[in-house]
């Protein structure tokens, strides 16, 4: 069965820096794109960036480029997104997704609140 | 980037009735067009990918059709557990975007 966990969500204040982890489980994790989707509350589904199987190729959203940076360890089946710079209109519930075509597979997401 | 826009932005049906919903692409997607189910509280789920393809364990009650900027989800006898928000996404372009979303409810 596959599975996506995140983890490493939380409160943090404005400019701050917070790092995701995803541990993936049930499929070969190192065959696979990976994503990261956001949905503020209340609100849709936001792509925010992936990353190709073996690191070499990484997409952004404009919104986040230059302060977002995505990884994987496939030795770990991890994937990770560390967020620095982090804004208010960065507060959203983060899943990550395994890709390509389309996104098969969803973690049940990790909540990360910016707020002074 | 690719603007995705879906209508009606909110569609009330009776269960056992016929549901489209539309998605338009501001530029061809080809056919890297994928649908998403999400209810509340729940992480989305694939239902579609390829434009037509259901994914697995999807009922045959959900079909995909269009290519190019043109695209439609066909639920053909609506069950009580398909009311939910929709959602398409295109995955021709970096960066992948989403359609804002149609919510189907009774």
């Known amino acids: 069965e596959v599975q996506l966990v995140e983890s490493g969500g939380g409160l943090v204040h404005p400019g701050g820096s917070l790092r995701l982890s995803c541990a993936a489980s049930g499929f070969t994790f190192s065959s696979y794109w990976m994503s990261w989707v956001r949905q503020a509350p209340g609100k849709g589904l936001e792509w925010v960036a992936n990353?190709?199987?073996?690191?070499?190729?990484?997409y952004f959203v404009d919104s986040v480029k230059g302060r977002f940076t995505i990884s994987r360890d496939n030795a770990k089946n991890s994937l990770y997104l560390q967020m620095n710079s982090l804004r208010a209109e960065d507060t959203a519930v983060y899943y990550c997704?395994?890709?390509?075509?389309?996104?098969?597979?969803w973690g049940q997401g990790t909540l990360v609140t910016v707020s002074s | 980037e690719i603007v995705m826009t879906q209508s009606p932005a909110t569609l009330s049906v009776s269960p056992g009735e016929r549901a489209t919903l539309s998605c338009r692409a501001s530029?061809?997607?080809?056919?890297?067009l994928a649908w998403y189910q999400q209810k509340p509280g729940q992480a989305p789920r694939l239902l579609i990918y390829g434009a037509s393809t259901r994914a697995t364990g999807i009922p045959a009650r959900f079909s995909g059709s269009g290519s190019g900027t043109e695209f439609t989800l066909t639920i053909s006898s609506l069950q009580s557990e398909d009311f939910a928000v929709y959602y398409c996404q295109q995955y021709n372009n970096w960066p992948y975007t989403f359609g804002q979303g149609t919510k189907l409810e009774i």
């Open positions: 530029r061809s997607v080809s056919s890297n």
């Open positions: 990353i190709k199987q073996d690191g070499s190729e990484k």
């Open positions: 997704a395994r890709d390509v075509p389309g996104l098969h597979y």
